[in-house]
C-alpha cells in the first residue's frame, strides 16, 4: 500500500436464483486511491480477481444508467461513487443489487417491472388527429413551456429511483417514482393532446401512493427531482377532477379543514378523507387510541388572526365557478 | 436563547405528549419559547398538494409572524419543518413571491425571508450544543439501545431542507450518545414511516412502518426515537397494524426525540407524558435503570 491509496474492504452480494440456496456476500480487499468510483474497483475485482462477478455497465460517465447498484445501501451510480467516503464512513464498501427488482445474477437485475411501468404511462406524445399542429409549428414551445420540463429529459432511466422507493416496495400497485415524472413530460408538453385522459387514469393506479418521502429525488443521480413532479401531477388531478381518489378528497379534505379554525381537527378529516363508513371501520383502533390520547375527538381551539388564513384562502384558492 | 415556538397541531392535541416534553427540556436547557396563538396549520404536505401556492402564502404568514417579532422559529416535527422551509425556499422565485405578496399585502403582512426555522434536534446539536446538553445529564441513559427515527422531511429534499448529509446523518445518533445511550444504526432510519398513506391504503402504510420497526428491532435497539409527531402515530399508535403487516411481534417503544433528552435530564416519564404511548416505554426505562444498578 503506498501513501497514496487505502485499503478497501469490498463485501459483494452474490446470488445465481436456481443454483445458489442462498445469497451470500464475498470479501474483495483492494489496494486503491480515494477517489476511484466504486465501478473502477469491481471490474478490477472481475478483471484480476474474480472472472465470474456479474454487474451490468457501459458508458462509466454516469449517461448510460447502466450500473445502478445498492452502495452501503444508498440507490447510486457505481461509476460515479468514490470509494474513500463510504470506506471512511462505513469501513467498508457493501455492494448489492437494486431493490425492487428480481436479481436475475450478483449484481445484475431483472428490470422488467421498472419497464413496465414505463410503458403503461403511454410514453409517446398523443396527437389529435382532428386537431393538427399548424404547417411549420409543429414542434415550437416558448421558453415557459419549456420552462415546465426542463428536468424531467435529463433522466436516463437507471432505476436508482426504483430502487430506492419504499411504495414500491410495499405495493405493487405504485407504478414508482420514473414513471410518474415521466408521465409528468407528457402532460405538460403543450403538443400532447391526452392530458385529462392521462391525469384521469393515473389517479386510481397508484399517484396516490406517493409518500412525499423524497428518497427518489435523493437517488436520482441526474436531479429530476421526482417527487416534486409527483406532486405537480397531484395538484393537476385535482384540478382536472376533484376528490375521486382517498388521496385526492384527503389533500381537499386538509384544504377545506383549516378554513375551520386554522388548526387540524383531526376527526372531521377523518370523516372528510373515510366518510362515515371508513370510519366505522376503523372504530376499533379509534377507540384504542383514544384511550390513551381523548384529544383526538377534541375541535381544536381557533388560531388568532384566522380571518387573515380566510382571506389568504379567498385570494388563492377561490372556489370552481359555476359550470367549471 | 429565545425562538418563535412553533408547536403544529398533533403536539397541540393527540401528541400532547411531545408538547410537554418540549417545555420541559427547554426550561432545563434554557430556551425560552415564544409563543403565538395566531400561528396556523402548515398544511402539512397536503394542502401543498392540494394547492401549492396557497400553502407557501399559510407559511409565508407563519414565517411573518415571527419575523415581526425577530425570532428563529422552532420546530418539533418533521413536516412543520419542511413545509416551513419549503414555503421559504418557494418564496425565492419572484413568480411565486409576487402572487403570494398580493395575497398577504392587503392583510398589512409583509414577509421578508428573515427568520430562520429550526428544528429542536438542530437547536439542541447545534445552538445548545452537544457539551452543554451533555452538562445537564442527571440520569445518563446507559444500557438504553435506541435507533433512530430520522424519517424523511427533517432531512429531504437535502438541497432545500439545508441540513446534514441526508444519506448519511448522524446529528440524532451524536444527540443520543451524549445522554448516554447507545444508538443502533440500521437502514431504515433514513426511511419513511408510511404515515402520508395512513388514510389512503393503510395496509401499505402499515407495511412501511412494519419495516423500519423491524430493521431497528433486528439491529438489537430497545426502543426507537422519532423527531415527528406523525411518525410517531405511524409507528406508535398504529405499531399493531404494522405488526400484522410484517407479521412478526415488534413490542418496540418509540419516544419523541425531547423525551429521550428529558428522561436522562431528570424528568419523570409522566412528566414527559409516556404514559400516553399506545405501546408501553417500561421495557426500554427498565434497561436504563438494570444498567445503573448493574
Redesign the interface.
Known sequence: MTADTISAAFDVYRFRPGKDTAPRYQRYTLDLAPHTPVLTALLRIRAEVDPTLALRYSCRSAICGSCAMQINSKSRLACETHIGPEVERHGRVVVEPMRNQPVLRDLVVNQRPFWNEYDKIEPHLKLDPRRPMPEGKATSMSPAQVERFKETPRCIACAACYSACPAVEADPAFPGPMALAKLYRFVVDPRDTATEERLVRIQPNGLWLCLRCHLCTEACPKDVRPSERIRDLKEMAIAVQGGTELGSRHAIGFKENLKGQGLLNEMKLVRATSGFTGMAGELGQGIRIWRKKPEILRRPRTIEGMDEVEKIYEALDPPPKEGS | MKLAYYPG??A?????ELDMATRWVCRALGIELVEF?????C????????????NI??NA?NLAIAERAGLDVLTICSTCQGMLTLAKVRMQDPAVKA??D???R??G?EYRGTANVKHLLRVLTEDIGLPAVKAKVRRPLQGMKVGAFYG??LL???DEMGSES???PHAFEDLLAAVGATPVEY?GR???C?F??Q????S?AS??AG?QILDAKSHGADAMATPCPLCHLSLD??Q??AAKEVQKPLDVPIFHLPQVVGLALGASPEELGL????VPTDAALAKIRTAASA
Not at chain 2, 275 to 278: I, K, Y
Open positions: 397541531c398533533v397541540q392535541e393527540s401528541g400532547k396563538p395566531n400561528f396556523s396549520c398544511g402539512s404536505g397536503f394542502v401543498d398538494e392540494a394547492n401549492e401556492v396557497l402564502a399559510i404568514r402572487r403570494v398580493a395575497a398577504l392587503p392583510l403582512i424523511c422531511h429531504r429534499p437535502a441526508a444519506e448519511e437502514r433514513v426511511m419513511c408510511g402520508p398513506i388514510f389512503v391504503k393503510p401499505t407495511a412501511i419495516r399508535a398504529y399493531n397494524k404514559p400516553r404511548h399506545l
